[in-house]
């Protein structure tokens, strides 16, 4: 139905060897940020093919970030800072003060349900519990500190019970608030918290409480391109062409802009669960798609000719 172009990093030069995902330059490049990045934190690392290894011996892999990095929807401008972001998660978590290592009962008034882009996650062995909310989005805890966000680790949800956890989650989930709004041809963009974007996981109570729809027969698209914001159209008629490839276009272009990006596609919530509706195809364009059963509802929104 429609693309749009956002561009594609491929030099025509060898595979890096170690590094298989990336050129042996962007391979190189992503090296130098490592470095750079860790020094910036105050952590000296030699630097080897495939990792780094700190004074104490500690060797952090750079294969995560390699396959992150190869995305085609990932522009080289970014790079810095993906680099900084997966690295200072990832030495919070090894090095920070054991913020969990309190009663359930402290945690929960601060604990949320919180997406993240899968593939930007430092070392995936430690959320294990984790679920895949949408295509290529986990849903994960999070615990709301005064000056960070920590992420409950496999251990920490074990010690405190992910279902009551996870209640706990769901039920502040509920209480965020849009801060600003916007609608555009048809689509709501909502802007909040840090955990705002979050709140797809209880879509149906923020189609309700924004624009008043509790039925919703044809389901709703949604977008959710940073942490943020979070885009919604329920269908309702034709117009909803022009929605569709407003909410593309915007997700992908958010997405590749802002602090915190989460997903540049556009989903079909229906009976409870994600599809996704927008794809990359191999040129590294947003490309929609209208199939399966996405497809039957889009065609019963169009009168007879």
């Known amino acids: 139905m429609g693309l749009f172009n956002r561009g594609r990093r491929r030099p025509d030069e060898p595979a890096d060897e170690t590094l298989p995902e990336l050129t042996v330059s962007e391979a190189q490049r992503l090296r130098h940020l490592v470095r750079a990045s860790m020094a910036g934190a105050g952590y000296e690392v030699t630097v080897y093919a495939g990792h780094v290894e700190d004074a104490d011996g500690r060797q952090f892999g750079l294969g995560t970030l390699a396959r992150r990095l190869s995305d085609a929807d990932v522009p080289a401008r970014r790079w810095s800072r993906l680099v900084d972001d997966h690295l200072r998660r990832l030495l919070a978590a090894i090095d920070g003060p054991d913020q969990f290592d309190v009663p359930t009962e402290d945690l929960l008034d601060h604990t949320y349900l919180r997406l993240y882009e899968a593939d930007a996650l430092p070392d995936a062995q430690w959320w294990t519990y984790g679920r895949e909310a949408m295509p290529g989005v986990l849903e994960l805890l999070a615990l709301d500190l005064p000056d960070s966000v920590a992420t409950f680790n496999d251990e920490q949800v074990t010690r405190h019970g992910i279902a009551r956890l996870r209640a706990a989650g769901l039920a ?38 924004t624009t008043g729809e509790a039925a919703l027969p044809n389901g709703v698209l949604v977008a959710i391109p940073f942490r943020h914001q979070l885009l919604y159209h329920v269908p309702r008629d034709e117009n909803v062409v022009e929605a569709l490839h407003t909410m593309a276009a915007v997700a992908a272009n958010a997405y590749a802009e802002e602090v915190g990006p989460i997903s540049p596609h556009v989903y079909w919530w229906h009976d409870g669960a994600f599809e996704q509706i927008t794809h990359s195809d191999e040129d590294g364009d947003i490309a929609i798609r209208v199939e399966g059963s996405f497809a039957e509802m889009f065609s019963r929104l169009f009168p007879e000719s």
Not at 173 to 188: F, M, N, P, S, Y
Not at 199 to 208: F, I, S
């Open 172 to 209: 502040n989930l509920r209480k965020e608030q849009a801060d600003d709004r916007v609608t555009h041809r048809g689509v709501e963009i909502l802007v909040g918290s840090m955990f705002f974007a979050s709140t797809a996981l209880v879509l149906p109570e923020v189609v309700l409480r």
